[in-house]
């Protein structure tokens, strides 16, 4: 089985080829080129494993939360390859794939979604399996609420927000870990089992986790708040 | 040669396929205007969300309705510029990606290029070279159009492009979204010649435009003590008037001064009946013709995009080597070259 993945929910972009248990994975360096670079990644991993894109099983993405942008070159690249080479494709929750790198128990993911927004869900981790203890959400970074329980912590959100959620939830860690980012090579180990349980969907039903979904006022809204039509 | 066009340049996501022996083969087109309709205008991020949400299926359903596989394709074609940075990348995401899957040539196409080589789709096509009047809502340009990629600009708005002023104008007549279609009828129900309005620059001597002068008089007319919202139709209808009678003089005079007797309109203004009336009635005069694209080529639509990128194909333009998702939200139609051999 081969399972080509993508993961360009965040400034540090990656993607990834798994061959049987073997995963290759390339970073994209630099926020405005991972749309300049993905493509020639791609086609240089996939000549360096000797295949060609209609021996992929499947294009797996990081399908968010995350910036939106990167969420869709994600996806549109993860559409494009499939219809040209015949595949089905699988979207993998961005946040799931950074909590496998958070280690065994229960796990917070928590990424910087800007305007002092957090986007986090929580996962029971054990070995390669990630199981959602609650789903993704987007809230002010001083408004999250963690049930008990000995988490970890790990993404962006802690390194945005430090004192806001260390100080308020601090106690709930076992651990921080900042530094972490959602990586190509978790979506692919967790979309491989999954390929394999034929969870594939054809192009057209690739969805996007957006979570953060008012993006504008209506001129309804606006005229009540006492803006212009 | 068949090649897949894909538009997702605004808010239309527009696919076609084009056969350089057959001619256009199959298009489809979903509009957003009703999506954006509520905003007022254009949501640069609900149109990409939706340009990303429909692009396969469409893409599917124009293969399919042409009873074609992905394997009959022999290179494709997309919207790369100019338009909005976010939606431009859902189309160049999907469209390089799947050459690179399928191991065809991928094109970028200049969106203007492709609506003004769009009435060549048509049954009884113009031949180069002729003069073209480029007016939608971003643009009002008249050029002198050679062949593909060979364009001279010979004159342009200064300011608001007459797309934009019809926009402009109908929210001033508190009209609804999208404003030009709705105050060109408006227009058909009123009376020209009660409202002095300016006709800007029409003796300028020169072939450029400005259209936001005009706007002001409207709005200085219903901001009036004398304003009745009743005589909207008439002031609808004289602000037509003038913006036609300003594009087809100068479109004339473009054509005079480089002795060309054909005459091109493309963009979403080139809809306007009675713009095409009356350029129709002034070139018939002189014996002159005026090609407009097929009714449903006149928005924005895959057909176009697929047709441009067929004519550069077919003269041996070849992609640059390494495949990119890029796109050029800004990008001058001037900077066009004609097809680079490779
Ligand atoms: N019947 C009509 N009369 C006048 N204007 C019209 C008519 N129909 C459409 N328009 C105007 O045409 C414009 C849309 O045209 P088009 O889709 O070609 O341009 P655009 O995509 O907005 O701009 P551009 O292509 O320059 O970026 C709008 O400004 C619209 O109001």
Redesign the interface.
Known sequence: MNVLSLETSCEQASIALLCGQDVRSVSLEGHSNH??????S??SLLADAGI???DLSAVAFGCGPGA??GL??A????????????IGVLPIDSLAALALQGGEGKVLAATDARMEEVYFAGFQVRGSRVSPLFEARCVPAAALELMEGEWLGIGSAFRAYPDVLQGRLGERFRGIDADKVPRAEEVARLAAPRVLGGECV???E???L?VRDK??????E?LARGGK? | MKVLGIETSCDETGVAVYDTEAGLLSHRLHSQIELHA???GV?P??A??DH??R???L??QTLASAALE?GDIDGVAYTAGPGLA?AL??G????????????IPVLPVHHLEGHLLSPLLSADPPAFPFIALLVSGGHTQLMRVAGVGDYTLLGESLDDAAGEAFDKTA?LLGLGYPGGPQLARLAEQGQAGRFRLPRPMLHSHDLDFSFSGLKTAVLNVVSSEAWQPRDAADLAADFQQAVVEVLCAKALAAMKAAGLKTLVVAGGVGANRALRLQLDAATAKRGWRVHYPEPELCTDNGAMIAFAGGLRFAAGERPAQ??????KPRWPLMELRPPQVA
Do not use: H, N
């Not at chain 2, 390494?322 to 796109?327: D, Q, T």
């Open positions: 749309s300049e670079r993905i493509l020639q791609i086609a060609r894109a209609r939106f942008t869709r070159l996806c549109g690249v993860a559409q494009g390859i499939a219809l040209g080479a015949g054809s192009p057209e690739a969805a996007l957006y993006v504008a006022y209506t001129t309804a606006r039509a | 509520e905003y007022g949501v991020e609900l990409s969300r990303i949400r692009l396969p299926l893409i599917r992905v976010g990348l859902v160049a995401s999907v469209a390089e990606s799947f050459g690179l899957a399928a191991d929210k390494v495949p990119a998702v890029r796109v």
